[in-house]
């Protein structure tokens, strides 16, 4: 005879429905790690001078959208038509295109959209880094507006490493009388061979500004024999951090979390078996005794 023992079921309910709270509250937090490292992670665009770069806001194509670009606090107007001449275009949804890039425009950048209402629907934030070439003959003037108002330092890489050549609040560090330093510009005057090589300027942070490769010029190569700074080098951006890297600390910090969820679906299904066992031994047959009445 089977004896059924009621309210067993009571516990197993109750354990499966505080793991399905944990499993959403896992969901949500996983759900909110993802949208703060996309957006808050700055995102690195690179550019030639004279080129044009595009800075993404990576966001749904709405017709309420309003966006707002800053540069130093500073607000930059943006036109609206793709097809005006001014610098600074809006593309599509939000996303803005920088026109004729110059080394003054290496700057930190802050994309913010608005929707109708006025209410923030997102926030960028990028570091434009401008990259060019210059070639140069022996004995010329090389000036290089590179001493932006952010810069912080000016690094100098012509045998694989990086050397300083200047810094805000020290000037100059090499001891070179032809090297100057006057209204932003880094002028090196009667250039020789030793001048050659990848200058690159970084602000407080750390951040690339700007890189600027330096060689002769091609009709002086072939006069310099055993010149190894003869050969057109390429840009140096080996140090250059970029939205990769950002990006991949954030995938794995989701990966992270989605494994975790995983796991956390494991021991639920576990706990669940656990308990449809304990019911299966209670509810199992219970023998019954012969009584003599």
Not at 164 to 183: A, K, P, Q, Y
Not at 237 to 242: A, G, I, K, S
């Amino acid at each position: 005879m089977a004896v059924a023992i009621p309210g067993r079921s009571a516990p197993v309910q109750r354990t499966l429905f505080r793991c399905l709270k944990l499993l959403l509250l896992l969901i949500y937090f996983i759900n909110y790690i993802g949208s703060a490292a996309a957006g808050n992670t700055p995102r690195h665009v690179t550019g030639e001078e004279g080129g044009n770069a595009t800075l993404l806001c990576e966001f749904e194509a709405r017709d309420d959208l309003d966006i707002a670009l800053f540069r130093q606090s500073k607000k930059i107007i943006v036109c609206q038509n793709e097809e005006c001449s001014e610098r600074f275009v809006k593309k599509g949804a939000c996303d803005v295109i920088i026109k004729g890039l110059r080394l003054s425009d290496a700057r930190r950048y802050i994309l913010r959209v608005n929707n109708a209402d006025g209410q923030r629907e997102v926030e960028r934030e990028f570091h434009l880094h401008i990259q060019d070439e210059i070639s140069v003959k022996t004995g010329e003037q090389l000036k290089m507006d590179v001493l932006l108002i952010n810069a912080d330092k000016v690094e100098k890489n012509s045998s694989g490493e990086w050397t300083e050549v200047w810094t805000r609040g020290h000037g100059v560090r090499v001891s070179s009388d032809r090297l100057n330093i006057s209204d932003g510009n880094l002028t090196i005057s009667n250039f020789t061979v030793s001048d050659t090589g990848t200058y690159r300027v970084l602000d407080s942070e750390g951040e690339i500004l700007i890189t600027v490769t330096v060689t002769l010029r091609e009709d002086q190569i072939r006069n310099i024999s055993g010149s190894s700074s003869g050969t057109k080098g390429k840009l140096d951006t080996d140090d250059t951090p970029d939205g990769t890297e950002a990006h991949t600390v954030a995938s794995w910090i989701i990966v992270v979390s989605v494994i975790g969820a995983l796991l956390l679906v494991l021991v639920i299904s576990a706990l669940i078996w656990k308990n449809r066992d304990t019911d299966q031994k209670v509810y199992q047959d219970v023998p019954t005794k012969d009584m003599n009445m």
